[in-house]
Each structure stands twice: as structure tokens, then as C-alpha cells.
């Protein structure tokens, strides 16, 4: 159950300006139009605004100023709490998710959970998604358009199950992705059921928490079997590699129940996030043919320099999560306003990426920008920030890089629309309207 203590009203008057339209309609707009509505609200009340949100009027602080966000991300994990920033997530996934909890059991799960993150674990997991990814290609139709974020999807949500969760077993793996592809299809009447806990007996609530359940027995089954594998030390997944971490720590060790709670957290954040950048830079290539060339001469010549700037330039002008969020257990000065326990700050992914304070002619999709060196702190991060930026950067960022090879040398890519596409909202994330409709054919001389 999803549970935001109200703040009384003369907070308010300490409180950084914004709008005063009701509630209800800030928290639609918030929800379905957050890339037009917060630009809109920066331009008026300028780089710290609030806006309130359904249930219980909780006051959102959103920050477009870098100093502001260097604020958040360094201050102290006892103050600014992502965990209960992220309560939202809770009922999918889980109480000891690493994106749920804060301060000591943050640190510990983290820490258990970083070695399958980190060098020599990703170079490990590279080839299986090259021979996903290879796979994949394989399949796209030539010279007929079709939606790039669903052929995405589809390829990110097998990394999933088959780098992450470690399952290669084809009727294991066919009893799974339905489940996984329903779980993570979540919607917003779902999302705003949470709020609204005894909504969870009826209707769609209901038929969820059904897949979800169903989803978690076969989770639990893979962990159990998996605990007893004989081959476990040679095994190159994820789930594997935490279960050799937790036989290295003894009583520290994730539960079963926590190793649930981080898998569903990995499905979750992992899979749309990586899909939709995907489509944005293969998008983004396709409708440019002079950056379509340079990318296919780095992938052709092994430059990963440059097919990583592709990506941080996709991540950059398309962030799929707009904005992060800190909840404060305590006063604290932000922006020169003191802000009271209680309300939520948002660091402003988009904003601060679309500014041109920030990015030379922002709304150009340049990947050489990132060849010269880093961007200024605080101006590019897709990825927040703090002790609590995302876990997996390094993975999707390989992914990314492994995937757009595989497509890069390979085919020649068009888009159907060669106008710039415009973004909805799915879940929590930012995702391309139209699906970023691409077309392919074979480049001269390959097949
Ligand atoms: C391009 C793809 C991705 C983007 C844009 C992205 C973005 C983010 C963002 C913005 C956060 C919140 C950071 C904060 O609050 O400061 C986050 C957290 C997280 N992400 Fe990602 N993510 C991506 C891919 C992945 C992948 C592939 C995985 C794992 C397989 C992953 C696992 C996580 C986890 C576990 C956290 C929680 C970290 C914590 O609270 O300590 N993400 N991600």
C-alpha cells in the first residue's frame, strides 16, 4: 500500500511559485504531458517551480538549475530519500526493491548488487546480447516500414530474461515472456490504482496482481533451482552472479524474497528504458543521412567512442525519464528557498538537456558534442545522480552500443516520417509517439 502523509496548507507560502490550477488538472498534465508542461512552467515561474500533485496535494519541487541539482544528488542519503521518492513502484516491485528502500538498506543492497554491474561482468554478458541482437536483425523486413520501439522491446525484454534473469531454457522462456510482457505493460489506470489500495479486489487491478503473481512463482521456482545448480560457478547472468556474491557474504546474502524484489526492479528498469533509447537513436540516424554514414563508418571500424556518443546524444535530446525524484526528511535549502520535510524535490532530466544555457543548439541531434570532452556537471544525466544513479548505466549503455552494431553494419535505415517525432508518455517513461517507424535495406555489397 502506497501511504504520502499530507502537508497543511501554509507550507505553501514558503514554497517556490507555480501554478494554481486544481489539482486533478496538475496531476493530468504532470502525468501525460510532463515534456511540454514543465518547459512551459520553467519559462514562467523560472528554474524552481512547484507543482502539486493527487493524493493528498503532495508538493512537487522541480529544479532546472545545475547548482540546484548538484544540491540534491551530493546532500545526504538520510535527507533526500529516492526510495520514498520512488513509492509509486512499490506494490510491482517490491518492498526491498534497490529502488524502494533508502539509507543502510540501500547501501547493503547496492552493494550486493554492484559486482553484476560493473567491467568484467558486462564484457561477460556482450556476447549473448550480440547473438540476441544478431538474431533480432535478422528478422526485420526489408524496404517495409515498421515500428523500431516494438522490434526494440522485443529485444531488450530477451536480454532480460536471458543475460539477467539467466534463463535459456526455450519452454521455460516461453512460459515467461508473456508474463514478463504483461507485467511490464503496466498503464496508468494500474499505476494510479496503487494509490488507491482497495481498488486492487476488481477489474484490471485485480486481472494484474493475478500475472503478477503467476510471474513471481516462476521466479521464485527459477532462484530455488538455481541456488542448487551445479554448474552455478560457471554461470554468466545476473541472478547467477548475485547468488555466487551472496554465497561469498554469508548471513548478508539477499533473501529469496529480496533476490524477487531486485529481478522484477532490473525487468522494470531495464527493459523499456533501454528499448525506447534504442528507437530514438535509430530513429535519429535514419532521418539523417550524413550522421547514418558516420555511425555506420564507427561500427564498420570498432569505434565505440563514437556509437557511445550516438547514444548519449539520443539519451540526451529524448531522456526517457524526465525527471528524478528525492522525497526530504528534513528542512533543507534548495534554490534559496528553505523547503520544509516532506515536500519532494524533482531534479529536471529534460529540463536541464533541452537548455540551451547548457547544449549548443539543443534540439539538434549532434553526437559530436560528446566527442569533445564531458559536458558541463549536472547538464547530461539520463541516468540521475548521487549514491542512487542508476545501476545498470554501464549495462545499457553496452547494450546499446552492441545492438546499434549489429544494425549499423548491416543496413542502410530511413525513417517513414522524416519529420522530428514527438513523445507520450508510457509508464513512466517518455516514449516516441508514432513507435519510430523505420525502414531498412541491406547495405551495398552486404546482405
Ligand atoms: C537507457 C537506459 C536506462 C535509463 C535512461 C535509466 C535511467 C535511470 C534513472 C533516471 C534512474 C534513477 C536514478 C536516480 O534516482 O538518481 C535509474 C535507476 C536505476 N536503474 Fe536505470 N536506466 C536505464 C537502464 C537500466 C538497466 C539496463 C538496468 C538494469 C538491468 C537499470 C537498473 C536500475 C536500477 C537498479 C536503478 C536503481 C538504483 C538505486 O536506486 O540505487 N537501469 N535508472
Not at 46 to 68: E, Q
Not at 288 to 296: E, I, S, Y
Not at 309 to 323: F, G, M, N, T, W
Request: include cysteine; aromatic fraction near 6%; proline fraction near 7%.
Amino acid at each position: 500500500m502506497v501511504t504520502t502523509p499530507t502537508l497543511p496548507k501554509t507550507v505553501d507560502a514558503a514554497l517556490p511559485p507555480g501554478p494554481t490550477w486544481p489539482v486533478v488538472v496538475q496531476t493530468l498534465l504532470f502525468g501525460q504531458y510532463r515534456p511540454r508542461l514543465l518547459p512551459l512552467l520553467r519559462r514562467r515561474y523560472g528554474d524552481i517551480f512547484t507543482v502539486r500533485m493527487a493524493p493528498r496535494n503532495r508538493r512537487l519541487i522541480v529544479l532546472a538549475r545545475p547548482a540546484d541539482i548538484r544540491t540534491v544528488f551530493t546532500g545526504p542519503a538520510s535527507v533526500f530519500h529516492a526510495g520514498e521518492g520512488n513509492v509509486i513502484l512499490g506494490p510491482i516491485m517490491g518492498q526491498h526493491s534497490v529502488l524502494l528502500v533508502d539509507e543502510d538498506t540501500h547501501v547493503r543492497v547496492r552493494r550486493l548488487l554492484m559486482p553484476a554491474f560493473h567491467g568484467a561482468a558486462l564484457r561477460g554478458y556482450q556476447q549473448v546480447v550480440a547473438d540476441l541482437a544478431e538474431a533480432e536483425v535478422d528478422r526485420w523486413p526489408s524496404g517495409r516500414p515498421f515500428a523500431s520501439h516494438d522490434r526494440m522491446h522485443a529485444l531488450t525484454l530477451e536480454v532480460i530474461l536471458q543475460v539477467v534473469f539467466g534463463v535459456t531454457d526455450e519452454t521455460r522462456l516461453a512460459a515467461m515472456r508473456p508474463l514478463v510482457r504483461r507485467v511490464v505493460d503496466i498503464g496508468p489506470l494500474v499505476l494510479l490504482g496503487w494509490f488507491y489500495p482497495k481498488l486492487q479486489g476488481f477489474g484490471p487491478w485485480r486481472k494484474y496482481l493475478a500475472v503478477q503473481e503467476e510471474l513471481d512463482r516462476l521466479l521464485y521456482a527459477e532462484i530455488a533451482q538455481r541456488r542448487g545448480a551445479t554448474d552455478l560457478a560457471d554461470r554468466g547472468d545476473v541472478l547467477s552472479r548475485l547468488l555466487r556474491v551472496g554465497a561469498e557474504e554469508g548471513a548478508d546474502a539477499l533473501t529469496d524474497a529480496e533476490l524477487r524484489d531486485q529481478l522484477v526492479t532490473l525487468l522494470l528498469a531495464g527493459h523499456e528504458t533501454t528499448a525506447t533509447t534504442l528507437a530514438w537513436a535509430c530513429h535519429d540516424l535514419a532521418r539523417d543521412p550524413a550522421q547514418l554514414r558516420a555511425a555506420q563508418r564507427a561500427a564498420d571500424e570498432g569505434d565505440d567512442e563514437y556509437l557511445t556518443a550516438v547514444v548519449k546524444e539520443s539519451l540526451r535530446l529524448h531522456p526517457v525519464i524526465y525527471e528524478v525524484a528525492r522525497r526530504l526528511t528534513a528542512p533543507v535549502e534548495v534554490g534559496g528557498y528553505q523547503l520544509p520535510a516532506g515536500v519532494t524535490v524533482l531534479p529536471g532530466i529534460g529540463l536541464v538537456q533541452a537548455d540551451e544555457r547548457n547544449h549548443i543548439h539543443p534540439k539538434e541531434f549532434r553526437p559530436e558534442r560528446f566527442l569533445a570532452g564531458q559536458p558541463a556537471a549536472n547538464t547530461w544525466i539520463p541516468f540521475g545522480g548521487g549514491v542512487r544513479r542508476c545501476l545498470g548505466a554501464g549495462f545499457a549503455q553496452m547494450e546499446a552500443i552492441v545492438v546499434l552494431r549489429a544494425i549499423l553494419t548491416r543496413f542502410d535505415l530511413r525513417a517513414e516520417n522524416p519529420r522530428p517525432e514527438s513523445t507520450k508518455a508510457r509508464n513512466i517513461t517518455q516514449v516516441p509517439a508514432g513507435g519510430a517507424r523505420i525502414m531498412v535495406r541491406p547495405r551495398a555489397g552486404r546482405s
